[in-house]
């Protein structure tokens, strides 16, 4: 048998990815990132205090700190890894992969240069993000985008229960209602760019509707669950059985 040893800060064990949360209250649906059920693993949860929407969106430096103790709070429970429920996190992905000594991975967004490899030089990239406003040159640079990429984006910004689902709190979500809004939107995004070749989903609230825009528009879609799953998949590795 194993020898296991005390953890000394934590009040539990086994926890593969820890999460930091917006300080907002809202449904979070299966396939959510904020829905423990949307994992096949342990998942701990940490709410950034005063890390609203808006705050999260712009960077605010006055969050630096609180986003950084919270990310360490989530490492002395011993996850192996740490990401968020917000892609506008990535303002705060090299602060806090500098302060903590697990993988960060805090921005769905992270997957852009991944993707951008996988497409031929005449191929667009789309993102599809829940405020245009806060999504711009700053943020894909933050990724590791290749300068020179063609990237295509569209919000959500302006469809009225996507909007109603970002109230502090939101009391009711209709996923069909949201289902619909996303995938009209992918679909614009398409028609906007026949030489499409993938689409990100930016945001945590998305994952859910995934399979839909792969449907409505066949073409490889990434998201927030594609991401911490890539992570859990390499810390995690089974054996192969079979024969030769």
Known sequence: MPVYRTSPRADANGYCVGILLLDLRQ????GDVGNATSYDYPVLYRTVPGGCASR???????LNDAVVETARELVDQGVKGISSDCGFFMNFQDLVAEAVDVPVFLSSLLQLPLVSS?????????????????????????????PGREVVIRGMQDNDHWHAAFKDPAEVVDTDVIEREVVNEAIALQEASPRLGAIILECSLMPPYARAVHDA?????????????????????????GYY
């Open 56 to 62: 999260v969106f712009v960077g605010d430096p006055e």
């Open 118 to 146: 996988f497409l031929g030089r005449d191929r667009t990239l789309g993102v599809l993000t829940a405020n245009t406003t806060a999504l711009g040159n700053r943020v894909l640079e933050l990724s590791g985008l290749p």
């Open 217 to 241: 528009t066949g073409l490889p879609v990434y998201d927030f669950m594609n991401l911490i799953n890539l992570f859990q998949r390499a810390t995690h590795q089974h054996p192969y059985q």
């Open 27 to 30: 449904p979070f649906v299966p």
